[in-house]
């Protein structure tokens, strides 16, 4: 039995007002005023938290009342979302007004985020809100932390004391001419484009599922990057934005939907500053855009979490069948592309089907870690590992290279001797691990692996949606078995079957590969 | 069997109906396959959460949760395999692991999680805990909530959103955060949990379980049977243990579907409740009958025990002796919508018999009278022309003057539900309800323009020909006389009447006219008014200028309050009309009930409730039996009616309590309640349903049936029942309607609706399909002319006084005060003003005033109630310490002769 709690006192009186928590005439002012008369729909609640969250730098308990009597909503409903998503601040009390989220992704740990958390809290008074975060995407330049709009990069306490706390500037985009390619469809199929979001399926194979499909017809683009090591996203759009949205026209052209959604992650708000802007200006003919927010759940990135996300619902997968190809945002026939996806769909339709080829199926790989020169690099999909780590020009001085992360937190750790395995999907899977969305993140003699691997399990235990229970309590149930690995090996097997047999989506079935590959390749010898 | 799917279930070849999943197929076929989050009838969804179901399709690289995929051709399923059975049984160890140890329950529901584990024996966990125990909730009268149980199996979250719609619970935080709430993570006592327990039915692990049961029992035994309340007539089984009800489950009726509300699930108790009548009463001699006694006095010190010999003898010889002194007229009865069929057909058969007069009505007169006068002059028969279930088929769903989220709670699931998948909801009331949110357009009318919004809609309809005319040339008469009326009411003109503006009055009358189908459904709202049965012949209008009766999804619903308002009236507890609305004056049908009945019958209609009663202030009536009924809450103007029955020589009351009017009485016979006795009931969908006796009566009660025979021997009528179906099976021998129905069927079937003239027959859900009991075939048309409400509010009395009941409080209150979790949730009476009347008052929410009409004053605490108007209060009249019937105007609609109680003037003062 729990411990006593709410008590009520027996003799009961009549209640002055109605059931439950009435929204005051001088909150649904308040919200209204900011998110104006807001159509009865949920699928914009999360766009009119981040409004009232930006504004009041929190979400009181009178403002979703009244969010909620404004929408045509219940309490629950909102308050189900709030509470999902982490960069809401859900509560009475208003936080400290600037927040100051310090990654704390493999590749920013072994940069001193640690530690640098630690100064930060010591340095800064209770005006400002300080806590640990998931991979911002800037792996490249560790560590990163994020205050208020403002990306910092290579962080260190100086730079965040003299920070002005100026927004981050927007990365520079050109205009757009109207894409045109007709036969985009045979060139994609030809060129074999797989998807770059992680899982690798194959772009002409997914078009083929709308062949028949009714209308009105949705694409969805999958920006909420979050795989920890992977920024490549992020660089893209910081670097060719004209080229990614060329494909995002060019496959709604050839899709023929009614409706693109750009679901971005929160993490990255100097690019929603340079889409606000640019989806502004542009048009395609019988497509509305859409640019939506994510709010701080690593899980959105699964395509029928983002599509609830989308829906204003909280971002839990959806068991499949049905597809999202014949019934995905809100019941509609829905493709979901990657932003990387979306760049070679453009390069196809400039440069065709053979040169892509012939390039050997290019990707932008994410490396980071004890490498020299940390980056975002295009290579041929058969390169090895090896082969990656000599393009970022070797390790690190003082660093010998012992172990390396393929495919982000997903994709297993394996020791250096792998190192001429190709970083292709298809490559990895035997030894129990994934290259994913490509993210290489190098390990040296510096490192712990099982200190990796035990950052990875905390990563996933608190981004697991909590929907389904082997991903839920499985991965609460995992960190703590992995104190005692050696001990505890039988009960990590059984638990990693039932995570992977039983979990609905990617994240709880791949959330114990880290810990699988270690006990496989480094404990048992292979 | 069509359009089944084949594919291999366990290396046999099966066949799978269509959109079946693998589980539900598994188990149709006799494979069990554990699961706990797939709800607990087949009307919740799975959610596809717990990964308990888990099976292997041949080709896929994970299990798949067999509750949610459905069935495909050509699929190979395994249901067992050393790989599935390890994976179960791992997840039940998860689930297993953070709980504490089980407990012993009495309530069943919350032992399904443990038992699932003894199936798939796995009963311990080799994870450790997390230690992490939320605190217990005890706030709710009626729940108590302990998450350290919880799976989040989630089972109580689609409770409350889906099969419930009312939306307090959801999953807050993430990942192992997770966690069940209510609204913004508030106790359960302070959310806007309306306490229907479907949750708590829902729930299998114990997180949320009825307050106060005891730990252990023995000899439990279970008894299906029905709600007590309201017209909807859920079916409930009565889990009973040493004679007392411990809890109660819904059933898989046809008008509830497994679902109950707070009423029906919690509400039981009263039946014994201490202030039952034990004995029979008699009163002393010399004790004054003075109305002065119901503030405040004890009448039971006016009253003497007596035995049932006395007790019935002098009730008896008292109508006697009334009767030979002044004759059929002085006699008059009041029957209850509470009682059974048969017992509503004996009360009337006995006062038409034994006294020769039509002097017999009950509480219909106070409710749907107007709406029944309107349906008969329009279509020929005052019951529902299709089922609240129907709303599912329906693309437009209107609801006008009804509040069927407190007053038919499980009817209105099903409004909501429509509206869900996708059918537009008008929501026309002055007052905002649960109902607003989900509409999709609220309309909030001046209270008592009904008939100018109404017939604006109507004009709208002529003038942009939306009207139907091919329904009209086959079916309706009168349509060019009522084109011409119907001019006059264009919206511009009645938009400053009703207070809504034009644009939105033609939105509303497309909406309606060109839906494929449309239902109304319609409460007092519309009824108790001066012009009550002006308000529902333009409802009826609506339906016919376009076609809208007759099919599913289409068709006219006024939701009957009592649960056995609809039986009660079928059975002739009227004062026009004999059993199968036979009216008095049909000679030929008169003739019949005659010769069945081997009597005379009066061919004059007799009087009507409020009548009665003034008829009886006049002393020209001068003795009334009262079965069941509390006139001196439920009547308009309650001073004047009770002083009425203060002036009756004689007054004999048979009722559970010490009611209001029992205070009145000569003589009070001890009644059983619902629970003690067995007997068919008519819910507003005209289903007809068997009652079963769940409880033996306390002390020296009777069951109603005995005691109206007893006083009909008395009287002299030679009467053998031996049970109900003794009694119904005469019924259905005078009443055509019924005559397909017998006890033994609906014993089997659990319901039947009626019309349903032969045994071999299913009953007719939905009516006029082929055209109308008229003398034409043909509908017909009434015009009707906005009139104001009886009494305006003036600078004397200036806010407009509404009343109703509310989702807690049946009636009078007779029953609901006397449950204790009813009580709980709402204890005292509470004026709802609208907040900013309240801030213009002087007034803080909480503070008492003092309410005075012209007839009346009354004093209680105000409740701040953004759904109430300004320039109107409400109070429910289920409350004796602030009754609000002696406040309300007795003024009469002329054709169903029901009082405007939905409209008085009145002061609010500070007290």
């Known amino acids: ?526 | 069997m069509s359009n089944t799917v084949t594919f291999t279930l366990d290396g046999q070849q099966v066949e799978a109906l269509p959109g079946e999943t693998i589980r539900k197929c598994a188990r149709r076929l006799g494979i069990a396959i554990p699961g706990i989050c797939s709800g607990i009838n087949p009307h919740y969804s799975a959610d596809g959460s717990c990964r308990l179901c888990m099976v292997e399709v041949e080709g896929e690289r994970t299990l798949t949760a067999s509750c949610k995929r459905p069935v495909t051709p050509g699929l190979n399923v395994n249901t067992t395999s050393p790989r599935i059975d390890k994976a179960r049984r791992t997840v039940m160890e998860l689930l297993l692991a953070d709980r504490p140890a089980f407990e012993d329950t009495p309530y069943e529901p919350a032992d399904r999680f443990r038992t699932l584990g003894q199936t798939m024996d796995v009963r311990a966990s080799r994870f450790a805990a997390n230690g992490e125990h939320p605190p217990t909730d005890t706030s709710h009268p009626a729940i108590d909530v302990d998450m350290s149980k919880c799976i989040l199996c989630t089972n109580c979250v689609r409770a409350c959103a889906e099969v419930q719609s009312n939306a307090v619970i959801g999953m807050a935080g993430r990942g192992k955060d997770s966690r069940i709430v209510f609204d913004q993570g508030d106790a359960l006592g302070f959310s806007s949990c309306v306490a229907c327990g479907e949750c708590v039915q829902s729930c299998p692990t114990g997180a949320l379980l009825p307050k106060a049961l005891p730990a252990r029992t023995h000899d439990t035994h279970k008894v299906d049977s029905l709600c007590p309340y309201c017209g909807v007539g859920c079916q409930v089984t009565y889990h009973v243990s040493d004679d007392k009800i411990l809890y109660t489950q819904g059933r898989d009726g046809p008008a509830n579907l497994g679902k109950l509300c707070v009423k029906g699930r919690f509400g039981f108790d009263y039946a014994r409740h201490p202030d039952r009548l034990t004995k029979p009463l008699i009163r002393i001699d010399g004790a004054a009958k003075d109305p002065a006694i119901l503030d405040g006095g004890d009448p039971f010190s006016q009253f003497r025990e007596a035995t049932w010999e006395e007790a019935l003898g002098h009730a008896a010889a008292c109508l006697e002796t009334a009767y030979e002194k002044f004759g059929s007229d002085a006699i008059a009865g009041f029957g209850s919508a509470k009682g059974s069929n048969e017992e509503a057909y004996l009360f009337q058969k006995l006062i038409r018999t034994a006294f020769h007069t039509n002097n017999v009505d009950h509480c219909t007169r106070l409710c749907h009278a107007s709406s029944v006068a309107a349906l008969m002059e329009g279509i020929g028969s005052g019951a529902v022309t299709g089922p609240f279930t129907d709303a599912e088929h329906a693309d437009v769903i209107v609801v006008i003057g009804a509040r069927p989220s407190q007053n038919h709670p499980v009817a209105s699931t099903f409004i909501k539900a429509a509206k869900r998948n996708g059918a537009k909801l008008i929501v026309m009331d002055p007052r905002g309800q649960a109902l607003s949110r989900h509409a999709d357009h609220m309309v909030q009318f001046t209270p008592g323009a009904d008939v100018a919004l109404l017939n604006a809609m109507l004009n709208v309809i002529v003038a942009e020909d939306l009207v139907d005319h091919d329904y009209i040339d086959n079916r309706v008469e009168g349509y060019d006389a009522f084109a011409t009326h119907i001019h006059a009411y264009p919206p511009e003109k009645m938009s400053p009447l009703c207070g809504i503006d034009a644009e939105t009055i033609r939105t509303l009358a497309r909406a309606y006219a060109t839906s494929r189908s449309a239902m109304i459904f319609w409460g007092m709202g519309i009824s108790q008014h001066t012009h009550g049965t002006d308000n529902a012949r333009c409802l009826i209008a609506l339906a016919l200028l376009t076609g809208n009766i007759g099919r599913p999804g289409a068709g006219l619903h006024p939701l009957r309050g009592q649960n056995n308002v609809q039986g009660a009236s079928d059975a002739g507890l009227i004062p026009m009309v004999l059993p199968d609305y036979t009216p008095v004056g049909d000679a030929a049908g008169r003739a019949r009930f005659e010769s069945a009945w081997n009597c005379d019958l009066p061919a004059a209609p007799g009087l009507t409730v409020v009548e009665i009663m003034h008829a009886a202030l006049a002393r020209d009536i001068r003795a009334m039996y009262i079965c069941g009924e509390n006139p001196a809450m439920s009547d308009p103007d309650l001073n004047t009616a009770r002083r009425a029955l203060a002036r009756l020589d004689h007054l004999v009351v048979q009722d559970i309590f010490m009611t209001e009017t029992a205070a009145f009485a000569d003589v009070i016979l001890p009644a059983t309640s619902f629970y003690e006795k067995t007997g068919s009931f008519t819910n507003t969908n005209r289903q007809v349903q068997l009652g079963r006796k769940v409880l033996n009566p306390p002390g020296d009660a009777r069951e109603d049936f005995w005691i109206i025979q007893s006083i009909a021997k008395r009287l002299g009528l030679d009467w053998h029942y031996e049970n109900a179906a003794h009694v119904f099976e005469e019924m259905r021998t005078v009443m055509p309607s019924h005559a397909g129905i017998s006890h033994l069927r609906l014993k089997r079937d659990g319901a039947v609706t009626y019309p349903c003239p032969s045994e071999d027959l299913p009953g007719q859900a939905v009516l006029f399909a082929d055209g109308f009991p008229m003398p034409s075939g043909k509908a017909k048309l009434a015009p009707a002319h906005p009139i104001f409400p009886d009494e305006q509010p003036d600078d004397a009395y200036p806010f407009v006084l509404t009343t109703g009941r509310m989702l807690e409080h049946w009636h009078t209150g007779a029953m609901t005060r006397r449950a204790s979790v009813l009580d709980a949730l709402e204890p005292d009476p509470m004026i709802s003003v609208n907040p900013r009347d309240l801030e213009s008052l002087g007034l803080e929410a909480g503070e008492h005033v003092t309410l005075t009409s012209r007839r009346g004053a009354l004093s209680a605490a105000t409740r701040a109630d953004r759904d109430v108007p300004e320039g109107v209060v409400f109070l429910p009249f289920a409350f004796h310490e602030a009754a609000a019937n002696l406040l309300t105007n007795p003024a009469l609609d002329p054709f169903g002769k029901i009082a405007e109680l939905k409209y008085c003037a009145v002061k609010v003062e500070k007290m």
């Open chain 1, 1 to 526: 039995m729990g411990q006593k709690g709410n008590t009520h006192p027996q003799r009961r009186t009549g209640k002055p007002f109605p059931k439950g928590r009435q929204a005051t005439d001088a909150d649904i002012a308040a919200v209204r005023a900011l998110v104006g008369a807001a159509h009865r729909e949920r699928d914009l609640l999360i766009e009119h938290l981040h409004t009232l969250n930006d504004h009041y730098g929190h979400l009181s308990t009178g403002h979703i009342a009244a969010l909620a009597h404004l929408l045509g909503l219940a309490q629950i409903d909102v308050y189900e979302t709030a509470t999902f998503y982490a960069h809401f601040k859900v509560g009475d009390t208003p936080p400290a007004p600037i927040t100051l989220r310090i990654c704390d992704g493999p590749a920013c740990r072994m940069a001193g985020a640690k530690a640098l958390l630690k100064d930060a809290l010591a340095a800064f008074d209770d005006q400002i809100q300080i806590s640990a975060a998931p991979c911002q995407g800037a792996c490249d330049t560790p560590p990163s932390v994020i205050m208020g709009k403002s990306r910092i990069s290579s962080a260190t306490v100086e730079k965040l004391t003299s920070h002005n706390n100026a927004p981050s500037s927007a990365p520079a985009i050109t205009d757009i001419p109207p894409p045109s390619a007709p036969d985009i469809a045979e060139a994609v199929r030809k060129a074999e484009l797989r998807g770059m979001g992680g899982a690798g399926f194959p772009v002409a194979r997914k078009w083929a599922f709308f062949d028949d499909a009714p209308h009105p017809r949705v694409l969805v683009v999958n920006a909420d990057e979050g795989e920890p090591g992977t920024f490549k996203d992020r660089y893209l759009l910081e670097t060719e934005p004209e080229k990614v949205l060329r494909g995002m026209f060019i496959a709604a052209q050839a899709l023929d939907v009614q409706d693109v959604f750009f679901y971005l992650r929160d993490e990255y708000p100097h690019i929603h500053a340079m889409l606000g802007d640019v989806f502004k200006r542009m048009e395609i003919d019988g497509v509305t855009l859409h640019l939506r927010r994510g709010a701080g759940a690593y899980i959105c990135g699964e395509e029928t979490a983002l599509l609830n996300s989308l829906e204003g619902k909280r971002g839990q997968p959806r068991n499949r069948p049905p597809y999202p190809a014949q019934h995905g945002y809100k019941g509609r026939p829905t493709i979901t592309h990657n932003v990387e996806t979306l760049y070679w769909i453009a390069d196809i339709a400039d440069r065709g089907a053979d040169a892509y080829a012939s390039e050997g199926r290019p990707r932008f790989y994410s490396l980071s870690g004890r490498i020299k020169n940390p980056g975002v690099y295009r290579a041929a999909s058969t390169t090895t590992v090896k082969g990656l780590i000599d393009m970022a020009g070797g390790m690190s001085g003082g660093h010998t290279f012992t172990a390396f992360l393929p495919g982000g937190a997903s994709g297993g750790i394996f020791p250096a001797r792998f190192q001429d395995k190709a970083m292709d999907f298809g490559v990895f899977e035997e030894l129990g691990g994934f290259v994913g969305s490509g993210a290489l993140t190098v390990l040296s003699d510096h490192d712990d692996v099982w200190d990796v691997a035990r950052t990875l399990a905390a990563f996933f235990r608190d981004e697991s949606c909590g929907k389904c229970t082997p991903c839920r309590i499985g991965t609460e149930k995992m960190l703590r078995l992995i104190d005692n690995p050696r001990g505890n090996t039988d009960l990590i097997h059984d638990l990693s079957d039932a995570m992977r047999d039983a979990s609905i989506c990617g994240l709880g079935q791949a959330a114990p590969n880290p810990v699988l590959s270690l006990l496989r390749h480094f404990e048992e010898g292979d």
